[in-house]
Every structure is written in C-alpha cells, then in structure tokens.
C-alpha cells in the first residue's frame, strides 16, 4: 500500500471507528466484514486499494469475486486498519480523565477489535 493511500486510511479510520456499527451481514467475505466491522466504509474500502466503490458492494454481496491481486490489497488493508485500531485503543488506555459516554465508546471499540481479532484467527491459516 502506498504511503499516500496509507495516510489516507489513517486519517479516515479514526472518526468512522466512533459511528454507531450495523452489523454486516455474516455472509460477506470475511476480510471485506472485518474492515466494515472496524468502521471503514465501502468509499474508504475503494479509494485505498483503486476501485470503484460498486465493485467493493458487488464483492461484499458476493455478486462478483475478489480477483488474487485485490483480495491481497484488501489483505494488507485489513492488517492496516487493524494495526490503527489498535494503536487508537492503546492510546486511550492512557486516558483517565474519559467522560462516562467516551469510556463507553471506547468499550464498544475495544469489543469491535476482539471481533475482528477472533474473525481473521478463523479464517487465516
């Protein structure tokens, strides 16, 4: 991934972890689930690995398969956004003066990050 898309990412992750989650539907492909699980959304999706945000929903409703060289890009993608959330939880464990709803926010963040982490242990080698 380049630098560029990488900041992009970086600077784009860190508000959508926040907005409230709706569940993606179980029969996504589990990379494309993660991603949406740690709040990055289809445009985000799209813009970092050079597709069109139709193809991400076509790939997502399982209408089209991910063809080897973007299931890889979308593999690094995860390992990315997955790395960011981490380090986002990691840095607010710091933070004791955390009003009661942003300490409930970061709770519901932190369970997010299991998810994925319990979701990508199933389905990586």
């Given amino acids: 991934m380049s630098k560029l898309k990488g900041e ?6 860190v508000p959508e972890i926040y907005r409230p989650l709706v569940a993606p539907p179980r029969s996504q492909p589990p990379v494309l689930r993660a991603l949406f699980i740690l709040g990055v959304t289809t445009k985000t999706v799209a813009e970092c690995i050079g597709v069109a945000p139709p193809t991400v929903s076509n790939w997502s409703a399982g209408r089209i398969p991910i063809p080897a060289d973007r299931a890889r890009a979308l593999d690094d993608l995860l390992r990315f956004a997955l790395s960011a959330a981490r380090h986002c939880e990691q840095r607010s464990r710091t933070r004791d003066h955390l009003s009661p ?4 926010t970061v ?3 932190r369970s997010r990050i299991a998810e994925v982490e319990v979701l990508v242990g199933e389905t990586r080698p």
Avoid at 8 to 13: E, G, I, K, N, V
Avoid at 101 to 104: H, P, Y
């Fill in 8 to 13: 992009f990412l970086a600077s784009s992750l």
């Fill in 101 to 104: 709803v942003k300490k409930a």
């Fill in 107 to 109: 709770e519901t963040f």
